[in-house]
Structures are given as structure tokens and as C-alpha cells.
């Protein structure tokens, strides 16, 4: 084509000729050290034009005359070398000031629109980049063409794209990544290029990797992505205190005030702390009976990530379901899901439902690493579909699957699961109270998706439902509200009719402004990726150190939570007498944690009255967001390695007495 030829070559050739660093590369990688990320790239781009400058230059006809007269030559030579000598010294300057910088100001040597300027300039007064363009381009193209100049152009374009790399120099030239020599932190100015944290597969001895992710430090303790400016108390209590107010509550660590509690890991649902901006906009809230400005911040935060038609807020996500199945429950009906958690089914049989959980096979096999343990068994919800299909009125997925061990779910599970639902006919509904945390394993973890953002997996996860429940006491990071939303205007009408009669107005849904204010603030601050990271790496390094003492735990660790396998732990206690409420107490007794029972007294008993073992035993540990440091991660392990070191001594229970529905919450327990 125009008159190219050997172009397998010309490749080769080019290279090999990029494996010798020049100029360009020490002027990039001066750039970078002194200015950091921004203006590494901004120098690639500026020396990018300038090599399009000479291949037009080629292409016209132009280096020719740099070839031809000596004049010419010395002229743009010696400018070149002045400018050369120009840079350095300002370089020079600007790194003696770096050590000066306090964050509040910017040298010239930090500013991207200087460094694109002068890697213009650099590139364009080479002479020798002219010669070199004129001499080796030519030998590609056939002098017979009638296209030399469109051949000029294609060949320098490549070869323009070839140089993206230079191996030689340990530099990458490409808008994905700048890699640098391991400097001290000194060395780069820039505070905002700091402290990020790079995937160890993206790690290379004595290198440090800024793009996608920056770094300039490889310290392995996890620190909190905050500071501080409120602090609450915590009181303390010896071992004998603490066994004599678990016995006044018959067991029941539900009935334990939290001030008698030292680590409490009972729920991460409203526990958390909120932001200074989540606390500023509190003042906000406009309390309005009907139509606050808050309701429709609420309402554009929300739609932002969750764009379905009609939003209806309540005061938590218990609410949305209770509203939810009294329209779609009622006796004979059917409703799937990966695994429900305790609320929706409690919401679903109190209609007269059936509740029926279909995980995936890989769930059971708590030792496994399977990354989306939280998936529904597509095979068994095909086989339910088309035995029941008239039964079921919505298929329910929850994510992060709490009850299964806040297992994340795929987004080929969610893909497969919409086409079976559009395949008969049926609603996805999303139980969707910790969808930043499922949004950030599916990033980690589905290939496909490690280059997106998480808003952007987030809105991905939302367009394959038809409604969603929503807790906002979860990664809303409020303390209290949540909603249903969907998109069926009869489904949506006969909601907000339930609404105003349990709830209050459609556009407060029992909550106050300041509490719709928080939430808004909360969705933006919930899918930041640092933040996520900080809070999946915490529970994971729990679970790390768990695993050391012996202590059995679902792998892989999930999102808020780390779950103990209790039958695995006490194998002496037979799950009718409540391995994980045992476990739960001894941690109590033995340091002040409370955890949470999620076994046979939470899913045990059935709607027909009868009894019988939960399909696991666990207990778990909810990490409340934003509220506890590594200190007390390292406590709870203490703790930890106590009651391992007394779990045989462990005896089991009984239930002496219960609610008829979810009697966990208030049950009352005696030793046997």
C-alpha cells in the first residue's frame, strides 16, 4: 500500500533502534522524577507531537534542507543544545525546591502544560531526529510510488506508536503507565502521587509503577484512609463482669447493651461512621412534609449509579421488603434467590411464601478460593423455573450474599440470571445492601472488568434488574434509611399506596431530610476505590491471622465480614445445640466481642413449626465501616487465640424460649 514495502523490516528495525534510550527518554525520565506522573505523560505526548512534526516535515520535503545546508544545520543544532542546557537547569532547580514543597504550591517543574510544551520543543529542535527520519524512512518505500508522501505519513505514524516503549530505559511511553527507578519519597513532590496502593502482580523489584494505581511506598501495614475528629469511649470490663451480663440476657448477645461491648461485630447495618461532609450536609436537610430539595439530591445520587424509573425511599431496607412482598408474596408463591438473608425471608414467609435458597455448589466448600462463591446455581433455578413458573412472581438475588459468607456474585451470574428470568417471563429483583463491596470483587476479580471504574461496574450490575432493595445502613454508609426502586409503573404505584400507609410520604418515606442528605453524600463516598480497598484488605488480614491460629473461616474472606465456620471449630457440638451462638458467647466472655450468630438458631426453625440444622454453621464478624483500627483487629485476634485454646472445654445450648418468626433477635438460651 502506497508503496511500502518491506514492512516486517521496518518493524524490527524500529525496535531494535528503540532499545537505545536517546534525549527523549532521559528528558521524560528527568521529568518524571522531579514533576511525577502528570508530567512524565504530559513530556510523552509533547515529544509524540514533535516526532509528528518531522514526519510531516519528511513527508513535505522540509528535513531536506537540514540535510543539504550546513548553515541551516548549526543554526537548529546549536539552538537545540541552548534549550537542552536551559531545561537542565531549571531541572537541577526544581529539585533542589521539591524538598521545600509543603503540598500548598507547585514548581514548574510539576506543571503537565510545561512539561508538554518543552517535550515539543525538545523533540522538534533535534536536529538529528530530522536526519534520521529522512535517512531511514525512505529505505521503506519504493521510489517508483506515487504515494511518497502518504508512505512518509503511515511510516512515521508506526513508528511513532513502536516508540511507545523503550525497554531500555525501564521507561513505558504510553498513557497506560510511567515505571521509574525506585526513588525516595523526596524525590516526587507531587502529595497527591503518593501513598496509593499497586497490586503486588503489578510489582517489580526496585521498581515503582505510577498509572492506573500510583506509589511511591511499599509498606505493608494497612492504614485507615482517614483521620480522626470525634472519638467515642469505650469501657472497659474484666472477664467476670462481662460472664455475669451475658448470663442476666439468658445468652442472647441481641439484649447486651453496647456500652458493656468492647469490639462490637454484631452487624455492619448503621454502625459506621460517618464522613465530616456526611455531617455537614446533615445541616442541609430540609424537612418538608412533602417535595424536600433533600428528597431529590437523594433522588439524583441514587439515580446516578441506579438509573431505574421510580425511586421510593424508606426508613431501612426491611421496609422495601416488607413493601415489596406484600404486593408480590402470598400463599403457594415461590421466590429464589442465591441465598436470602434473615429479613427478606422473614418478610417472604410472613406473606405465606416460600423462601428457597439455590447457591452455588461452590459455596459448601468453605476451603476452596472459588472467587464468586456468592453466584446462584444457574442449573437448579432453570430446573425451579420451569417446574414452578407459575409460582414464582420475581427471582431475588443478594449481593454481596450475606448469609453464604458475603460472597461476592459474578456479573456473568447476574448476565445468565437475566436471561433465564427473560426467558420465562420473570422480574430480577436485587438485594443490592452491599453492591460497592460486590462491585469492587467483581473488578479484582472478573478479567473483563479490571480496567473499569466501580461506578461504572456498579451501573453494569443495575442494568440487568428490574428493581432493587436497598439498606442504606450498609453501603449507603448512613445510619439509618434504604429503598425499593423499580421500573414497573404498577408495581411502583401500588408501593408508594403501601408507602404512605406504613411508611409516610413518597418523598421523605419515613425518613428525615438531614437522613436523605447523608445518604446522598454516603453513595458518592462509598464507591471510591481506595476506601473499598482499605475495607476489603481489613477483614482479609483478620481472616489471614485466623487462619493461622487453626481457626476454620469461609475463604476467600468477603467484603464485611469474616465468617466462621463454628461446626468446623467445636465438631463436638451438634448443630441443634448451636455451635456458632457458643462460639459467639465465648468470645463475648473471654474479651468483650460480640459477634453474630448465622446458623441453625437464625434459619433452624421452620414455617410448619418443625426444627432442623442450617445448611452451615457460622459465625460472623461485621466490621463496622470506618469505625475500627488495626489495634482492635490485632485484640480480636488475641481473643481469638484464647477461645481456640478453650474450645474444647465449649459446651453446647437450648433455646428456653422464642418468637414465633426470626427468633434469634430475641431468643432466650441455657447452657447444657
Not at 337 to 353: L, Q, V
Not at 631 to 637: E, K, M, Q, T, V
Amino acid at each position: 500500500m502506497f508503496g511500502i514495502h518491506s514492512y516486517g523490516l521496518f518493524v524490527t528495525a524500529g525496535v531494535l533502534l528503540n532499545l537505545t534510550p536517546g534525549q527523549d527518554t532521559m528528558f521524560i525520565l528527568g521529568r518524571s522524577l522531579t514533576g511525577g506522573l502528570r508530567a512524565g505523560l504530559a513530556a510523552v505526548f509533547g515529544i509524540a507531537i514533535g516526532t509528528m512534526g518531522h514526519t510531516l516535515a519528511a513527508a513535505l520535503g522540509l528535513s531536506a534542507i537540514l540535510a543539504t545546508s550546513a548553515l541551516a544545520f548549526s543554526i537548529v543544532k546549536w539552538v537545540g543544545a541552548a534549550y537542552l542546557i536551559y531545561l537542565g537547569a531549571r531541572l537541577l532547580l526544581a529539585k533542589a525546591a521539591a524538598a521545600a514543597l509543603d503540598g500548598g504550591t507547585r514548581s514548574s517543574a510539576d506543571d503537565p502544560r510545561s512539561a508538554f510544551r518543552q517535550g515539543i520543543l525538545t523533540n522538534v529542535l533535534n536536529p538529528k531526529v530530522a536526519l534520521f527520519f529522512l535517512a531511514f524512512l525512505p529505505q521503506f518505500i519504493d521510489p517508483a510510488s506515487e504515494h511518497k508522501t502518504a508512505a512518509f505519513l503511515v511510516l512515521g505514524d508506526i513508528y511513532r506508536h513502536r516508540n511507545d516503549v523503550e525497554p531500555g530505559a525501564g521507561l513505558c511511553r504510553g498513557p497506560a503507565a510511567v515505571i521509574l527507578p525506585a526513588q525516595p519519597e523526596r524525590a516526587l513532590p507531587d502529595r497527591q502521587a503518593r501513598g496509593r496502593l499497586v497490586p503486588d502482580a503489578w510489582r517489580a523489584p526496585g521498581l515503582v509503577a505510577l498509572g492506573q494505581f500510583e506509589e511511591t511506598e511499599t509498606m505493608k501495614t494497612i492504614i485507615e484512609p482517614f483521620r480522626m475528629k470525634v472519638i467515642e469511649p469505650i469501657r472497659m470490663t474484666t472477664r467476670a463482669e462481662r460472664e455475669q451480663l451475658i448470663a442476666a440476657t439468658d445468652y442472647n448477645l441481641f439484649s447486651l447493651h453496647s456500652d458493656d461491648v468492647l469490639i462490637d461485630l454484631l452487624t455492619d447495618s448503621g454502625t459506621g461512621a460517618m464522613s465530616a461532609n456526611q455531617l455537614s450536609a446533615l445541616m442541609r436537610g430540609d424537612e418538608s412534609y412533602a417535595g424536600s430539595p433533600s428528597f431529590y439530591r437523594f433522588q439524583a445520587a441514587v439515580k446516578k449509579l441506579m438509573p431505574f424509573r421510580h425511586l421510593i425511599p424508606t426508613h431501612q431496607g426491611r421496609a422495601a421488603e416488607a413493601i415489596l412482598f406484600s404486593i408480590l408474596g402470598g400463599a403457594g408463591r415461590v421466590i429464589p434467590s442465591n441465598t436470602h438473608f434473615d429479613t427478606t425471608r422473614g418478610n417472604i414467609e410472613a406473606t405465606g411464601a416460600q423462601a428457597v435458597d439455590l447457591p452455588t455448589p461452590h459455596a459448601a466448600d468453605f476451603a476452596s478460593s472459588y472467587p464468586f462463591k456468592g453466584d446462584i446455581d444457574l442449573a437448579a433455578l432453570e430446573q425451579l423455573l420451569k417446574q414452578r413458573a407459575d409460582a414464582i412472581p420475581v427471582v431475588m438475588m443478594t449481593v454481596t450474599n450475606n448469609a453464604g459468607g458475603g460472597q461476592p456474585v459474578s456479573l456473568a451470574n447476574l448476565r445468565a440470571v437475566r436471561a433465564l428470568c427473560q426467558r420465562f417471563n420473570k422480574p430480577l429483583i436485587i438485594d443490592a445492601c452491599r453492591f460497592a463491596e460486590n462491585s469492587y470483587f467483581i473488578k479484582q476479580r472478573e478479567p473483563e472488568y479490571a480496567s473499569h471504574g466501580i461506578p461504572e461496574i456498579v451501573r453494569a450490575i443495575f442494568a440487568l434488574a428490574d428493581g432493587m432493595t436497598m439498606s442504606a445502613k450498609k453501603d449507603g454508609l448512613a445510619n439509618i434509611g434504604g429503598w425499593l426502586a423499580v421500573n414497573d409503573d404498577e408495581l411502583a404505584r401500588l408501593a408508594r399506596n403501601r408507602l404512605i400507609l406504613t411508611e409516610g410520604f413518597p418523598t421523605y418515606g419515613g425518613l428525615a431530610g438531614r437522613d436523605l442528605e447523608a445518604i446522598a453524600v454516603g453513595l458518592e463516598e462509598v464507591v471510591d476505590e481506595q476506601y473499598l480497598r482499605y475495607r476489603v484488605r481489613c477483614n482479609e488480614y483478620i481472616g489471614e491471622a485466623l487462619k493461622k491460629l487453626g481457626v476454620p473461616i469461609v475463604n476467600p474472606v468477603g467484603g464485611h465480614a469474616v465468617f466462621i465456620d463454628a461446626k468446623g471449630l467445636l465438631p463436638h457440638i451438634p448443630p441443634l445445640q448451636y455451635p456458632g451462638q457458643v462460639l459467639a458467647v465465648a468470645l463475648y466472655e473471654v474479651g468483650g466481642v460480640r459477634a453474630c450468630e448465622i446458623g441453625s438458631v437464625m434459619f433452624g426453625r421452620q414455617p410448619d413449626g418443625s426444627e432442623v440444622p442450617a445448611r452451615y454453621e457460622l459465625v460472623r464478624l461485621a466490621m463496622p465501616r470506618r469505625v475500627y483500627t488495626q489495634s482492635h483487629a490485632d485484640y480480636l485476634i488475641e481473643v481469638f487465640a484464647e477461645v481456640v485454646s478453650q474450645a474444647a472445654n465449649l459446651r453446647g445450648m437450648r433455646i428456653t424460649s422464642e418468637a414465633p418468626q426470626m427468633r434469634h433477635f430475641t431468643a432466650s438460651f441455657a447452657r447444657l
